[in-house]
């Protein structure tokens, strides 16, 4: 019995490890934010504004399908800027991926870190004819594997893994009121509890074996649970 509560308990902690490094390891993520064709009136524009993670690549695909010279002007700018345009005043607008009397583009763009709110607008205001646009933006990050919310799930298979271990190493033989004593002492100090610690300096005094193992074991994984959750917190 002892050997099958050790082994169970290396396969939580084995688990909590895999949760945990899953939430740090990097993989690539995309979605896409807009797929849809729209006409751009005759001396007019048309626009769409978004406000995108930190830090991202945005893959702009458009080609204008319909409409005499089939070109545009098409410009990316801030909130502010685009506030400007509109009301026909001097604006500003980024040199990379704006394009002037472009028909088709295909081009990863590195948003900037100061651009909060982002205007992407084509500009046909030079032309007496609308024309018909399809566009598809992808959004391309850098993310976790797992979300956050797995690296606690991993601590908590972890620390319940080492305690289900020091259980199984040493399984309690006393009364019915110690035993209980020391599981509920290994599932706090699993869960960071400032209790499980208490619980694992007051096993540490016993003059027996059996309890002062199990105090030992407990306080350790109290100790490393309270800052690991502490430090999780933090992150948060």
Do not use: C
């Amino acid at each position: 019995m002892q050997k099958v509560i050790v082994a169970l308990g290396s396969i939580l902690a084995i688990i909590g490890v895999v949760l945990a490094i899953a939430t740090v390891v990097p993989i690539q993520h995309s979605y896409i934010w807009l797929n849809e064709s729209f006409v751009i009136p005759e001396s007019g524009y048309y626009t769409y504004s978004g406000t995108f993670p930190r830090p991202i690549t945005l893959h702009i695909t458009f080609s204008v399908t319909y409409g005499g010279d089939r070109s545009v002007d098409f410009l990316v700018m801030s909130w502010q800027d685009f506030q400007k345009f509109n009301a026909s005043e001097a604006y500003e607008y980024y040199i990379n991926p704006s394009r002037e009397s472009i028909s088709s583009m295909d081009t990863r763009w590195i948003l900037p870190s100061s651009l909060f709110s982002t205007h992407f607008v084509w500009d046909n205001q030079d032309s007496f004819e609308s024309k018909t646009v399809t566009a598809l933006f992808t959004v391309e990050y850098v993310g976790s594997f797992l979300p956050r919310l797995a690296l606690l799930a991993g601590l908590l298979f972890f620390f319940g893994g080492l305690a289900t271990t020091g259980y199984g190493m040493h399984p309690p033989t006393k009364s019915l009121a110690q035993q209980t004593l020391i599981i509920v002492g290994y599932i706090l100090a699993a869960s960071g509890g400032i209790f499980g610690l208490v619980i694992g300096l007051k096993l540490v005094r016993k003059e027996n074996d059996e309890d002062k193992f199990h105090g030992k074991w407990m306080t350790i994984i109290a100790l490393i649970a309270i800052f690991a959750f502490l430090g999780l917190l933090y992150l948060s």
